[in-house]
Every structure is written in structure tokens, then in C-alpha cells.
């Protein structure tokens, strides 16, 4: 019977579910619990015999040649599905320059003829995977960290920050420390410091971190020996892989850090929402290294009183109770729950 | 000229103003243009297994989520598992009333089965799957952990869905309905709107709210996992970890250890047709079997278009004319006369817009003409800056129909001249001259632009109302590699 599709004849067809990220796309349906893909945002292109990834342009027409490129794979290679029979709903930042998003459209439209696209921004179906009232998102990607409070399902706008706390500025601390270990200027590719990264780095508790920064550092970690093929074996001592994700943790004169910026986007919000968003604060995407919510946690605590201490006009901030944690690469992807 | 791993040479300039090597390009017989795959439009025809070349209609595709159900990929590195054989004693059963028969039957060995990768080693006993006792299928299938609480979402919101557009209507009716003129159905019957609802068969209003109110909200914890003790101490396995490729294979569980690896069921391909966005013609449908490389519309511009080949060429010097020849072949099953022009002495396509009148125009409406302004959207000006032009010897040169039994006479015609090298069957070597500029930058790439006018005869069968005109001419420009311009 299910073959007849006697379903479809009823409810229109799955939708496709897209999620182009500047490291990782996600592609799915709607109704799935996962993505179906989740590849690189990056394409051969034959004409200069490399790699090329999306969100390498310089001029609107390169920007729609890879968005074309880039769907041509999607669709054909992965999801293997007709462009033009299904509609398609675009997960993205609410930061996505207007560039972006109006060729991505124009792609869509005129290039796939697809028969209808929804913009939904990624905080609100992060949230709603949860089906709680108020969360507060926070959205660690590759480029960026965006912290976004949604209350019944619609993003407090003036709340929202973004900080350029994402994957690449670990990898680039990462590389730092690991240069750093081995004496030179090692140049390692992006993906195998990823793969470092993945591998061996986590985030150590808030005493320890403190500890390696008053300068009476304390018993490290183990240090791993990682091979890189051809180039020989490089160290990956126990200080590079606790303090990698140190940038995201570490307080400047800006207050430019995750758990400021938790705590301004707390603020910005309004005064009866707070205790609710401060209750449930959802960390998603993949940017960061495994588990930090433990840190973020502790951190966010640690900043909570330094803030208190500091500006006691803002003393309307609760102590942020718990972090929920769920940590998944694409989890924005997950946002079948539209229909 | 173009070639499978080397840069292309010769480039023709697609309709859309995409430069492409004719291989990639395709010719609409009914446009009478050149396409290519950025300017077409792509369509899945029908799904396939690469492994075992099995065909799969594309609603069993759907099912089994575009996987195929006997091949599996490996998990570690991604090449195509195989299936071994094992032999294994069948279990002795001690029993000792059953006697000898027992006995004998133990003695058969057991075919199993399970997968192994001839690559890495890695296979389906490294992380526990049992051996199985038939050699394709039947292997345990994993659901995402997480699917029953999606699920759960997904009703909860379809559930507020309908609440919320069920409000909607209620508000309309009372809004126009306040004081009812007409006796309704359910007045006149003393229907509910629940028994009505009940005996159409639609889900009741409480069924609707049961979800909302049996839905759970996740709920946040204060506790968050604290790092495994032995984190600062414990050696370091690079073995044990996944990478971030096979992690991401398997959207639904990216396993973090290699022990939770699990093989990966193969993804299906497609075969694509594709058809011309401007008439909706199919330029290319392939045929069904998925072993055959055939194609059932093949409209290449490599049997329609005329190819240019380079054969050899003098250095390119900044304001001077250099020597190049070129091969110019007619694919074609007719002759064919070809004129070298300047890009600019084309002309510009006529626009076909005849005069409106209503018979027209119904019958434009009737015909349901393709809307032609998403295909202006795409194009775009073409990206030629050519410091060098071939001059055009202004002669029309005619070339001879494609004869495959030609290949065997050796008897090549010779009414060569200046500008014609050597003719053989329906290929031409031709002498022309480059002219390049004189602000052309020593060390900077050389390329050489000219148009070609070639005759063409469509074969189409005509439609019965259109006026049809066998004979064409066509126009292309070709933009020539020759290497870099010389620095003296």
C-alpha cells in the first residue's frame, strides 16, 4: 500500500530541509530525524581543477555559479530527488548577508524552479526541538557563536548577539598551540587540524583553566602523538588540547566572550522572559569541541558574578540555573518539524 | 579539442554565454542552439545501484531512503564492503536420547556470512554484528535514537497546527455568521459538529488536543556531565576515535568510537535526463538499464555542432600575425558550408515577434508557450577578453557529409590552396593567421577568438502548423588556447 502512495495523493510531497553552512551543508527532508548528508560546502569545480568552496566569492555571479554548483551536487548526488516537484525550506542565520540570500533565492527560483521556499532561522527550529516556551539558543558555527533567546517560537531580535567565536577561531588557537609544541610553523590543512581537534582536544573545568592562565600551570593532560601521513608525526601536547577552545572562554576588555555574550543577550531581553531563557539555555552546532557544555556551564556562572560584581545596575540577571546540552552537528538541520 | 585530464583548448561560447569544451555541450534540435549543463534543466529519471547495477523504482527508492538493501559501504574508509563466507560447526546439541542422528547433521558445516572491506580490514565481527546465515540482506538495521521523540514534535506541532486553523475558521464563521439566515445541517438534524466530525472520519478535536496535552517539553538539567576522572591521564587511542568524515556518513548516529561503527548501506545514483528550459525538448534521456551507457536522445553538440581542433600553431607575438592551423570536421550525416567571421559580424538573433493579434495570441495561450524570462535570467554576458583575433579569410569553405566507409579510402582530395591544407572525407586542415594586438602583455595568456558560420540541416520532422525551413545558419564563436603570448 505504501507503495501506491496513497499518502501523497492526500499530503503534498516531503520538502527538502537545506542548511548551507560556511564548513558543513546539511541536506534532508522534512519529517526525518536526520539530515540525510552532511558534507562539506565545497564542490570540484573542473574548469580550475580544485576544490571551491560556497562561500568563496568575490562577485555575485561567482556566488550564484557555486550556489548552482553546489545544489547541482545536493540534489543529484545526494538527496537524488527532481529540484523542480519539491519546496524548500532554507535554514540560516538571521545574520546571513542580504547577498546571500537573494542569490540563493534567485538560484532556487529561476535556476531549479523549485515550487516554493521558506526562510526559517535556525535559533527558532532549534527551539523548537525542544517544545519548551523560552530557550536561549546558543549556536556554535564555524565562523561565528550566536546567541539568540526564542520565546514561543519568535527570536527576540534585540537580544541576539554574535560574536566570531566559532569553529575557526578554535582551529586557529589550535594550530597556534601546536606550532607552539613542535618548534615550527607547521601549515597544517584545515581539515587535519579539525581532525586534531576532534580527536583529541576537549574543554577542561573552569579551576584548571584558570590554572594554566595564573602561571602556575598544573599537571597536563597526555600528549598524543599524531601522524599526518607523509609529513611525519607531529605532538599534540596535553596544554594544546585543553586550552584549544580557551578563545571561546576567555574574557577581554570587551566582554566579547560565549558567556558574556550569554549574559548581554540575557539582558537585552525582556525582564520577564529572563528567569525562563536563563532556565533553558540550548547549545547547538558544531563548531566548538566536544562537550563544552560543562565549561560553558561553569563559565557562565564565573561571568554571571563577575557581572554582578561589576555592574549592579544589571542586577535583574538570575544566576543561570542549568545548560541543557545537546551537541550535534546540525542539529539546525534537524528543523523537519516546519510542516 | 578537449581532453579528459588536460586543459581545454578550444572552448565554444554556450547560448547562456558559458564558455565550455564542446564535449560538454549539448545542441537543441528544436531551438537550434547550443546548450550546455548550466543553461538545461536536470532531472532525475530513474535510481540505480552502482555496486550492483540493480534498478529501483524511485517509489521503493524513497522507501528504503535512496539505500541500497544488499550493497554496504565501509564505514572506516568509505570503499565497498564484501560479503565472506565462513564456515562454522552447527552447535553440537548434547543430547542423549536423540542418538546418532543428531551426530550427523552436526557434522554439516553452516554457510555464514559477514562483511569485510579489502581495503582497510575493517569488518562487520570488528564491532559485534553477528555472522549471518544468508549472503545478502538481513542485516541489523539501527533507528536513529532520537526518531520516537521526533516523531512526538512533529505530531505535538502538527497538532497545534490544526488547533490553531480550526480556531481560524470558527472566528471567520462567527464573524459572518452571526445570526444565521439559512437552517444548517447540523440545525436541522441536531448533528454536533463532533458527530458530524465522527462520521466523516476525521480525527475528533480531543484526539488533537490529547497530543498537546500528553506532550512533554524537554526539560533542562542542572547537571551537566562532568569529564570522565581519568581525562587528564588516560592515554590517548587515535585508533578508537572516529575522524569527522566517518562520523558525518552516518547522519543519524555519528559514532564517536570506531567500536560503534556500523556498515553503511550504499547510496543509490541516478540516471539524469536532461531537457532544454527554453522548449522543454529532452536533449539527453538515458536508457533504463543501468548497465547500458546508451542513451535513447543523445542531442550532443558533438554531432551537430562543427568541431575545431588546433593542430599546430607559431608562437603568439604582441602585433604580429603568427601562422595556426586548425582541423575543422563536420560531424553532421550532410554537407556543410562553413565561413570564418569576426564575433562581431553576427547577427544579432532576430526577434521573432510577430505582429499581436487576438488569433495569435489565443493560440500562443493555447500552445502554453514556455515562459522564456527565467532562461534570460541566466544568461550573462560572456567572459572573453582575447588580446588575439584570427583573421577571417573570407571564403566559404565546404565540407563533406560524414561517411563512416570513408575512413577506408586513402585517396585524400587535393584541390589544395593558400588557405586549404589538406581535405580528407569530411575533415579540413586549414592555414589562417592570428592577429594579436599590439598592447598584448608578453607572458600573458594568448587566446584567440573567431566566429563560425556553418550551414545546418534539421531533421526534425516538422509540426504540422509551423512554417519549416530544412536549411540553417548557424552561428558560433570559438575562443582558442595557443599558450601564452611570447615576451619578445
Redesign the interface.
Known amino acids: 500500500m505504501a507503495l501506491y502512495e496513497g499518502i501523497a495523493l492526500i499530503q503534498e510531497k516531503q520538502a527538502v530541509v537545506l542548511d548551507l553552512g560556511t564548513d558543513y551543508t546539511k541536506f534532508g527532508f522534512t519529517g526525518e530525524a536526520a539530515p540525510r548528508c552532511i558534507v562539506r560546502s565545497e564542490f570540484w569545480s573542473a574548469a580550475e581543477r580544485r576544490l571551491r568552496r560556497v562561500h568563496d566569492y568575490a562577485t555575485p555571479d561567482e556566488l550564484y555559479d557555486n550556489l548552482v554548483h553546489m545544489l547541482h551536487l545536493l540534489y543529484f548526488r545526494h538527496v537524488l530527488v527532481n529540484p523542480k516537484e519539491r519546496k524548500v525550506v532554507v535554514v540560516e542565520s538571521l545574520l546571513t548577508p542580504t547577498l546571500f540570500r537573494e542569490t540563493l533565492a534567485k538560484v532556487l527560483f529561476t535556476h531549479y524552479e523549485v515550487s516554493g521556499v521558506i526562510w526559517a532561522d535556525s535559533p527558532r527550529l532549534c527551539a523548537l526541538t525542544l517544545g519548551t516556551p523560552a530557550a536561549l539558543v546558543i549556536n556554535i558555527g564555524a565562523k561565528e557563536a550566536e546567541v539568540a533567546a526564542v520565546v514561543h517560537s519568535c527570536v527576540v531580535l534585540q537580544a541576539l548577539v554574535s560574536q566570531p567565536l566559532g569553529a575557526h577561531a578554535v582551529h586557529a588557537e589550535l594550530a597556534r598551540l601546536l606550532d607552539e609544541d613542535n618548534g615550527t610553523t607547521l601549515h597544517l590543512p584545515d581539515d587535519v587540524i579539525e581532525d586534531i581537534k576532534v580527536k583529541t582536544c576537549f574543554v577542561s573545568p573552569l579551576e584548571r583553566a584558570t590554572a594554566w592562565a595564573s602561571g602556575s600551570p598544573p599537571r597536563a593532560a597526555r600528549s598524543v602523538r599524531y601522524s599526518c601521513g607523509a609529513r611525519g608525526s607531529i605532538t599534540v601536547s596535553g596544554r594544546a588540547r585543553e586550552l584549544a577552545a580557551e578563545p571561546l572562554f576567555v574574557r577581554d576588555g570587551e566582554l566579547a566572550s560565549l558567556p558574556d555574550a550569554v549574559l548581554q543577550s540575557l539582558a537585552r531581553c525582556p525582564r520577564d522572559a529572563r528567569r525562563a531563557l536563563a532556565g533553558n539555555v540550548l547549545l547547538a552546532g558544531g563548531g566548538g569541541p566536544a562537550r563544552p557544555a560543562r565549561a560553558l556551564a561553569a563559565e557562565l556562572a564565573r561571568a554571571a558574578r563577575a557581572a554582578l560584581r561589576r555592574a549592579p545596575a544589571r542586577a535583574g540577571v538570575p544566576l543561570p540555573r542549568a545548560a541543557r546540552a545537546r551537541q550535534r552537528a546540525g542539529l539546525a538541520g534537524r528543523g523537519g518539524t516546519g510542516r | 579539442m578537449a581532453y579528459l585530464t588536460q586543459p581545454d583548448y578550444v572552448k565554444y561560447i554556450c547560448s547562456c554565454g558559458q564558455l565550455k569544451p564542446i564535449t560538454s555541450l549539448y545542441f537543441c534540435r528544436h531551438c537550434l542552439k547550443i546548450r550546455c549543463g548550466?543553461c538545461i534543466?536536470?532531472?532525475?529519471d530513474s535510481?540505480y545501484c552502482a555496486n550492483c547495477l540493480e534498478n529501483m523504482p524511485s517509489?521503493?527508492?524513497r522507501?528504503k531512503?535512496?539505500r541500497c538493501s544488499s550493497c554496504f559501504d565501509c564505514p572506516s574508509c568509505f570503499h565497498t564492503l564484501s560479503t565472506r563466507a565462513t564456515t562454522q560447526q552447527r552447535q553440537v546439541l548434547q543430547d542423549p536420547a536423540a542418538g546418532g542422528d543428531t551426530k550427523v547433521e552436526s557434522k554439516q558445516p553452516k554457510k555464514m556470512y559477514y562483511l569485510s572491506c579489502f581495503n582497510c580490514r575493517w569488518t562487520s565481527r570488528d564491532v559485534g554484528i553477528p555472522d549471518q546465515p544468508v549472503a545478502s540482506g538481513g542485516w541489523p538495521e539501527r533507528t536513529?535514537p532520537?526518531?520516537a521523540r521526533?516523531?512526538q514534535?512533529?505530531d505535538?506541532?502538527?497538532a497545534i497546527a490544526q488547533q490553531e486553523k480550526q480556531e481560524k475558521i470558527e472566528r471567520e464563521r462567527k464573524k459572518f455568521n452571526i445570526r444565521g439566515k439559512y437552517i444548517t445541517l447540523t440545525d436541522k438534524t441536531g448533528l454536533t459538529g463532533a458527530m458530524a466530525r465522527n462520521i466523516a472520519g476525521l480525527p475528533s478535536s480531543e484526539s488533537s488536543s490529547s497530543a498537546i496535552a500528553n506532550?512533554?517539553?524537554?526539560?533542562?538539567?542542572?547537571e551537566?556531565?562532568?569529564?570522565p576522572e581519568d581525562?587528564?591521564?588516560?592515554?590517548?587511542n587515535?585508533n578508537q576515535?572516529t575522524?569527522?568524515p566517518q562520523?558525518?556518513a552516518s547522519?543519524?548516529w555519528?559514532p564517536?568510537c570506531v567500536s560503534r561503527l556500523h556498515p553503511l548501506a550504499k547510496?543509490?545514483?541516478?540516471k539524469?535526463s536532461q531537457r532544454c528550459r527554453a522548449c522543454d525538448h529532452n536533449l539527453t534521456k538515458p536508457e533504463y538499464n543501468p548497465g547500458s551507457i546508451k542513451f535513447k536522445i543523445e542531442l550532443l553538440a558533438y554531432y551537430h555542432v562543427p568541431e575545431v581542433k588546433i593542430i599546430s600553431h607559431e608562437p603568439v607575438k604582441s602585433g604580429e600575425k603568427t601562422a595556426l592551423f586548425l582541423k575543422l570536421t563536420n560531424p553532421t550525416g550532410h554537407e556543410m558550408q562553413l565561413r570564418l567571421l569576426q564575433p562581431e559580424d553576427i547577427p544579432p538573433p532576430e526577434d521573432k515577434e510577430e505582429p499581436k493579434s487576438i488569433d495569435k495570441s489565443l493560440e500562443r495561450s493555447l500552445v502554453l508557450e514556455k515562459d522564456t524570462t527565467?532562461f534570460k535570467?541566466?544568461e550573462?554576458q560572456p567572459n572573453i577578453s582575447a588580446t588575439s583575433r584570427v583573421t577571417s579569410p573570407g571564403v566559404t569553405l565546404t565540407l563533406a557529409q560524414r561517411d563512416d566507409a570513408a575512413e577506408y579510402d586513402d585517396d585524400a582530395q587535393h584541390d589544395t590552396n593558400d588557405i586549404i591544407l589538406w581535405r580528407k572525407s569530411n575533415k579540413l586542415g586549414v592555414r589562417l593567421e592570428v592577429d594579436t594586438s599590439e598592447d598584448a602583455v608578453g607572458g600573458s595568456p594568448a587566446r584567440a577568438l573567431f566566429a563560425l558560420q556553418y550551414s545546418y540541416r534539421n531533421t526534425v520532422p516538422p509540426a504540422p502548423s509551423a512554417a519549416h525551413t530544412r536549411d540553417h545558419t548557424l552561428y558560433t564563436t570559438v575562443l582558442l588556447d595557443l599558450g601564452t603570448v611570447s615576451s619578445n
Open positions: 548550466f534543466c536536470h532531472e532525475v535510481h517509489s521503493e527508492a522507501l531512503k535512496n536513529n532520537h526518531a521526533v516523531n514534535l512533529i505535538y506541532y502538527k506532550f512533554v517539553p524537554s526539560v533542562a538539567t542542572a551537566v556531565e562532568e569529564l581525562t587528564f591521564t588516560k592515554e590517548v587515535l576515535i575522524s569527522m562520523r558525518l547522519p543519524d555519528q564517536v547510496l543509490l545514483s541516478v539524469r527565467a535570467a541566466i550573462r
